[in-house]
Nanobody, 121 residues
Framework: QVQLVESGGGLAQTGGSLRLSCTAS????????MRWYRQPPGKQREWVAI???????DIADSVKGRATISRDAAKNTWYLQMNILQPEDTAVYFC???????????????WGQGTQVTVSS
């Protein structure tokens, strides 16, 4: 069994910051790609950030300059730091990862349950 759990969401003010965390647990052989997505109310889910096992990452243009993705391989955890938050950042944020389960399973994609971020104006 493999599980992704997000944390760090909540209520923030415009101009504020939040750091979201996603921790993978269970019978994990490797985590190759880690991502963040978000789904604003009434809109489709959109990609926000990506980082690979080498630490190379990329950020969506919509949040570039305000968001940073990082990871702690030893903790099977990756982070999304969001700064200068805007009301349009209000969304449910989901983490996602391509992982292999022990002993050396296929590469599958797993999702967290999501964490709500609400930015007040």
């Amino acid at each position: 069994q493999v599980q992704l759990v997000e944390s760090g969401g909540g209520l923030a003010q415009t101009g504020g910051s939040l750091r979201l965390s996603c921790t993978a647990s269970g019978s994990i052989f490797e985590i190759s790609i880690m991502r963040w997505y978000r789904q604003p109310p009434g809109k489709q889910r959109e990609w926000v950030a990506i980082i690979n096992s080498f630490g190379t990452g990329d950020i969506a243009d919509s949040v570039k300059g305000r968001a940073t993705i990082s990871r702690d391989a030893a903790k099977n955890t990756w982070y999304l730091q969001m700064n200068i938050l805007q009301p349009e950042d209000t969304a449910v944020y989901f983490c996602n990862a391509d992982m292999r389960r022990l002993p050396r399973g296929t590469l599958d994609t797993y999702w967290g349950q999501g964490t709500q971020v609400t930015v007040s104006s």
